[in-house]
């Protein structure tokens, strides 16, 4: 894990602006936190942090600039979220002028952070050597300026698994229309990049073959294994999975005669089995760090083509090829 904590120091007056000094000596600084959501976790740690410096931390939503924000609620200092998330803008006024005094970014731009505790503590330590600063040293005793030293966060738990529900079409490629399916798989990945899976879908509402004697009912339930690949952007939440599965496939089929048929045809269930091998292609979204949704698409082949007959007459095929299309949502934890 990396952190990058970019630093330009400015001391730009801003034309008929002050920060109101201190009517009293020992009054309390502020420090101002502008949030959208109050109850965020992440602005919760930041507040936490900052509170243990002893100044009084306010809260209030974006209205304009950040320092025009601060000095309206004379603080010395004042910070907020990135639009990424994936970091902090802190902005700190000399107390006595109200000039821009520092206006600093402290961000985790590893692909999997943020870390939000060394955020905050990183926040919280800026803010204690800019409003707390140690005395200068006597010109008798000259000292050298301390390097600036940037520790890395601990390194994450190695491994992710993952639990990912579905709901979708699956189209057998044949002569019946295509199946609603529900699915369930279970996940692992053992870095940031390769995993596998292992997973299960069935049929809740099966597609319809028709014959001369009759329709047909066809679903399939589909069990297997999956190699994945997972790719993530840089910044922002959005990830892209790639996967190359087999599975066993059982093709049911429930025959049902029409009306005008012979009275002696009657309703009857059948089960058929072959494999499946397949492609699969996944766009998701991580909505929070343990919570994340997206689309997915599949395409396959059977090793051979299901025949359905009905009465002893072909009612139609299933399989070669097979596609996949669905919605998804899935919970991870490390």
């Known amino acids: 894990m990396r952190l990058l904590a970019i630093a330009a120091a400015a001391g730009i007056a801003v034309p008929g602006a002050t920060l109101a000094a201190p009517e009293e000596p020992d009054k309390q600084r502020r420090v101002l936190l502008v949030v959208d959501d109050p109850a965020d976790p992440f602005i919760g740690r930041i507040r936490a942090e900052v509170a243990l410096l002893g100044v009084e931390v306010i809260m209030r939503a974006p209205q304009g600039p950040i320092e025009a ?63 707390f600063p140690r005395p200068a040293p006597q010109a008798s005793q000259p000292v050298d ?111 049902h005669p029409r009306d005008e048929a012979s009275a002696q045809l009657m309703s009857s269930f059948s089960t058929a089995y072959t494999g499946l091998g397949y492609a699969r292609l996944t766009l998701g979204w991580k909505l929070s760090r343990w919570f994340h949704a997206g689309v997915n698409v599949a ?23 097979v596609l996949a299309a669905g919605l998804f949502a899935g919970v991870g934890w490390h």
Do not use: K
Not at 167 to 195: C, I, K, M, S
Not at 304 to 320: L, N
């Open 145 to 255: 300026a301390p390097p600036v030293i940037v520790t890395p966060a601990p390194p994450r738990a190695s491994g992710e698994s993952q639990l990912v529900s579905g709901v979708g079409l699956l189209y057998g490629g044949g002569d019946a229309g295509p199946a609603w399916q529900v699915g369930l798989a279970v996940q692992r990945f053992w870095n940031e990049r390769f995993g596998f899976a292992i997973s299960v879908s069935a049929p809740f509402h099966r597609g319809t073959m028709s014959g001369p004697e009759g329709t047909a009912d066809v679903g399939a339930v589909t069990v297997g294994p999956e190699a994945l690949a997972r790719f993530e952007a840089a910044q922002g939440r959005l990830f892209m999975t790639t996967g190359l599965g087999a599975a066993l496939v059982a093709v049911l089929a429930t025959g």
């Open 69 to 131: 924000s601060a000095r309206s609620e004379h603080a010395v200092a004042a910070i907020r979220m990135l639009p990424s998330r994936r970091g902090v803008e802190v902005w700190m006024a000399d107390e006595t002028s109200g000039r821009s005094l520092i206006r600093q970014v402290v961000v985790d731009e590893t692909p999997r952070g943020p870390n939000e505790n060394l955020i905050a503590l990183q926040t919280a330590e800026l803010l204690r050597t800019g409003l």
């Open 299 to 321: 395409a396959g082949t059977t090793t051979a083509r299901v025949q359905i007959r009905f009465a002893g007459t072909r009612a139609g095929e299933w399989g070669m090829p």
